[in-house]
Antibody
Framework: QVQLVESGGGVVQPGRSLRLSCAAS????????MHWVRQAPGKGLEWVAF????????YCADSVKGRFTISRDNSKNTLYLQMNSLRAEDTAVYYC???????WGQGTLVTVSS | QAVVTQEPSLTVSPGGTVTLTCGSS?????????PYWFQQKPGQAPRTLIY???NKHSWTPARFSGSLLGGKAALTLSGAQPEDEAEYYC??????????FGGGTKLTVL
């Protein structure tokens, strides 16, 4: 069955970096565009970034532009989110997803705090 | 980037019908925004109910339907069940360059 498993979350100080991973299985990962979506505690969903199936197109929200980078390794069936210069407002559960196909991970919590 | 608006909360009686809407600050929502609708229950990841305005997944109950209505995307629930109580989010695509979620609608079945 389809599985997306995020990892790499944790507690990090403001200004530091973190890299999230999302391991995919059960479907042809290389055939699908992928998103990162986040949800701050008690808040709504926020779109973070998108990467096309082959990695040639990458887009991100203004709130993370210049700080976050989305990438993928289709040979490893893995999606990444490199997060630099983290801020308190980046605290959230981060989901990887192929939204059109209803493939969602369980999320990984990132807490930015000193 | 655009702002996407949803009703903050709605209440529907069991067996009743309710329509949730999704508007865009840039103007009318069209099929070109490829509207999505998601259902999220407490402590769970979201699930994609509707994609491309009105297409359903195999798991999407038949009582849910998506459409365009009066310049907005709409999600209609006909014959509400207690298990439909959840937060519902819409997502719009802007030229495939950025996507924006609405603020969510908390649906109560009471």
């Amino acid at each position: 069955q389809v599985q997306l498993v995020e990892s790499g979350g944790g507690v990090v100080q403001p200004g530091r970096s973190l890299r999230l991973s999302c391991a995919a299985s059960g479907f042809t990962f290389s055939g699908y565009g992928m998103h990162w979506v986040r949800q701050a505690p008690g808040k709504g969903l926020e779109w973070v970034a998108f990467i096309s199936y082959d990695g040639s197109k990458k887009y991100c929200a203004d709130s993370v532009k210049g700080r976050f980078t989305i990438s993928r390794d289709n040979s490893k069936n893995t999606l990444y989110l490199q997060m630099n210069s983290l801020r308190a407002e980046d605290t959230a559960v981060y989901y990887c997803a192929s939204v059109r196909e209803d493939y969602w991970g369980q999320g990984t919590l990132v807490t930015v705090s000193s | 980037q655009a702002v996407v608006t949803q009703e903050p909360s709605l209440t529907v009686s069991p067996g009743g019908t309710v329509t949730l809407t999704c508007g865009s600050s840039t103007g009318a929502v069209t099929s070109g925004h490829y509207p999505y609708w998601f259902q999220q229950k407490p402590g769970q990841a979201p699930r994609t109910l509707i994609y491309d305005t009105s297409n359903k997944h195999s798991w999407t109950p038949a009582r849910f339907s998506g459409s365009l209505l009066g310049g907005k995307a709409a999600l209609t629930l006909s014959g509400a069940q207690p298990e439909d109580e959840a937060e519902y989010y819409c997502l719009l695509s802007y030229s495939g360059v950025f996507w924006v979620f609405g603020g969510g609608t908390k649906l109560t079945v009471l």
